[in-house]
């Protein structure tokens, strides 16, 4: 499994691993919207286009599922698969695939308020890449 849930009090913590930067970042998108809805309901009716900056990896990531979770939280937008289109350094280019959220079709697993700073960290492994990040619920 690309990812999996720490314990951490009142929040929810994942480590996500990915054999590219890319996998790393598409596979933490996954595992928010997992965390949120079951994602095998979700058919990805809709496209958008995402271009998020930060000043170092750990702040991309961060800032990368802010957008998505700003997605859900204001649009009511389900993401179902995030793919990385291009990925300098300091920024990434990206289409996700979703579905609007539709109380009939989707039921929501828990309500994710926000990625958090504390713990996150981005790193470079043997294997690949791993990353901790801690979500408030």
Not at 21 to 42: G, R
């Amino acid at each position: 499994m690309p990812y999996e849930l720490i314990d951490h009090t009142a929040d929810i913590g994942i480590r996500v691993t990915g054999q590219t930067i890319k996998d790393l970042f598409e596979t933490a998108a996954h595992a928010m919207f997992e965390q949120i809805t079951d994602t095998t309901q979700l058919q990805g009716k809709h496209t958008k286009s995402i271009h998020v900056k930060g000043i170092d990896r750990p702040d991309l990531l961060i800032n990368w599922l802010r957008e998505l979770l700003w997605y859900w939280t204001i649009d009511n937008c389900l993401i179902k698969q995030a793919t990385i289109i291009e990925m300098p350094d300091d920024q990434l280019r990206a289409k996700v695939t979703y579905d609007e959220f539709d109380l009939k079709t989707h039921e929501i697993l828990k309500d994710i308020k926000a990625v958090t700073y504390h713990g996150i960290s981005v790193d470079q492994t043997d294997a690949g890449w791993e990353a901790m990040i801690i979500f408030d619920v």
